[in-house]
């Protein structure tokens, strides 16, 4: 039962470009979402953040979107830099727990 | 920026042997540290939850006797996969939450375990 979802495996961008990564989740409860970029063998790093009471949060080139009635959210990136290349994970939590659930990962590929 | 460490960054051993792996927060007490684990090309997926003087709470599908947690200080959490075989190589990816901001999870560099 996968909780949140992310349906693309893959990204490629050109630098310069908007990078969209898409997260669908089917828990009602979750009340706070965060996206994650990780590096192979290295442990996941913190992006940007976003409760259920708001509907986006931006970061310098980060926003994060949530549509909490299609339980959809998407984390934007512009411009792309190809130093953003790496896989993104989104995470939701619910209560205060800390317990993160994590999608599949999408990686993105920002090219020159 | 908080920072949470693991050792060792990589382990391997033969089948049936026990394997010790420790998360530390290194500038900050975790009230909370979650142990994960990730698969190839997988997501990373929660195995249990352990607070500080007690005993951690084992996701379901998660053999609490296979994987023993203790998280004896603020510091220092410490996952022990026992008689470990091959099905168990993995990386293991520990996180801690700072009890000043709840909402802040860091997480360590990971630990890959490689059974014979």
């Known amino acids: 039962d996968q909780q949140v979802k992310q349906n693309s495996p893959s990204l490629s961008v050109q630098e310069g470009r908007i990078s969209i990564l898409n997260c669908d989740y089917t828990?009602?409860?979750?009340?706070?979402f965060l996206w994650y970029k990780k590096y192979p063998a290295e442990g996941p790093t913190f992006l940007i953040s976003?409760?259920?009471?708001?509907d986006k949060n931006e970061d310098g080139r980060f926003t994060v979107f949530l549509n909490k009635s299609a339980k959809h959210l998407s984390l934007h990136i512009v411009p792309s830099q190809p130093g953003d290349s790496a896989v993104y994970f989104c995470a939701a939590s619910s209560g205060n727990t800390g317990k993160l659930i994590f999608g599949q990962g999408t990686t993105l590929q920002v090219k020159p | 920026g908080a920072v949470v460490s693991q050792h060792p960054s990589w382990v391997i051993c033969k089948s049936g042997t026990s394997v010790k792996i420790e998360c530390r927060s290194l500038d900050f007490q975790a009230t909370t540290m979650f142990w994960y684990r990730q698969f190839p090309k997988q997501s990373l997926m929660l195995m249990a939850t352990s607070n500080e003087g007690s005993k951690a709470t084992y996701e379901q599908g998660v053999e609490k006797d296979k994987f023993l947690i203790n998280h004896a200080s603020l510091t220092l959490s410490t996952l022990t996969v026992t008689s470990a075989h091959p099905e168990d190589s993995s990386f293991y990816i520990c996180s801690a939450r700072d009890g000043r901001w709840a909402d802040e999870q860091f997480f360590g560099p990971g630990t890959r375990l490689t059974v014979l």
């Open positions: 976003i409760s259920s009471i708001k």
């Open positions: 828990n009602s409860m979750f009340d706070y």
